[in-house]
């Protein structure tokens, strides 16, 4: 069974430009959550989408957006990069519907603004 | 979303040491999680609890959701070094979202 797939695993873009990374879930989870991490301020939740529609959202800025396919597919997109951007960032995969086996998360991809 | 406080934040193992390292709260949470984080990757689940007062354990490692419902501990009994990493506690709440523990970071004792 295939894991949680992230592209590219590395990006290194300048201030000012957008970015858009890529998560494939594991077949059969209509959940996609994304984090990120930073030495600083630790794991933080971004959003989730379920069946191509957010269903949550963490308390970042307008710049960071999502969207999901109907293959379950995710991709998150920040515009205007920041400095401060320059994160691990995670997607998560579930079934969406209870918690009893946490998340599966990728290996990330890590994003250097320079 | 709520906090949650991991300590130790670092420790030094010497092989075949036990580990102790704990999770507190001040909201409750009705199921708990441990990740560990290996260099480079994404976290890792290790064990998930769901019952307060739940004992739980997978091979060297056990874990227990506080009778509170607002604290977790995680025991690592005669580490290895492949023990080593960055170890979380999580806990979801509004839904789907988790919300994590700053981590514990294991090292070996040079």
């Known amino acids: 069974k295939a894991g949680v797939t992230q592209t590219p695993r590395y990006l290194i873009k300048t201030r000012g430009q957008q970015v858009t990374l890529s998560c494939s879930p594991i077949?059969?989870?209509?959940?996609v959550s994304w984090y990120q991490q930073t030495p600083g301020q630790g794991l933080q939740f971004l959003f989730e989408?379920?069946?191509?529609?957010?269903?949550n959202k963490g308390n970042f800025p307008g710049r960071f957006s999502g969207r999901q396919f109907s293959n379950s597919r995710s991709e998150m997109n920040v515009s205007t990069l920041e400095l401060g951007d320059s994160a691990l960032y995670l997607c998560?995969?579930?079934?969406?519907?209870?918690?009893?086996?946490?998340?599966?998360f990728g290996s990330g991809t890590r994003l250097t603004v320079v | 979303g709520q906090q949650l406080n991991q300590s130790p934040q670092s420790m030094f193992i010497q092989e075949g040491e036990d580990v102790s390292m704990n999770c507190t709260s001040s909201s409750i949470f009705n199921t708990w999680l441990w990740y560990k984080q290996d260099p480079g990757e994404g976290p890792v689940l290790l064990i998930a609890?769901?019952?307060?007062?739940e004992l739980t354990s997978n091979g060297r490692l056990t874990a227990q959701f506080g009778i509170t419902r607002k604290d977790s501990f995680l025991n690592i009994s005669a580490s290895i070094p492949s023990d080593v990493g960055i170890y979380f506690c999580a806990g979801p709440y509004a839904g789907n979202m988790l919300t994590f523990g700053g981590g514990t970071r294991l090292m070996v004792k040079p």
């Open positions: 077949s059969g989870h209509r959940s």
């Open positions: 989408y379920f069946s191509e529609t957010q269903r």
């Open positions: 998560a995969s579930s079934t969406g519907e209870g918690f009893y086996y946490g998340y599966t």
């Open positions: 609890l769901y019952k307060a007062g």
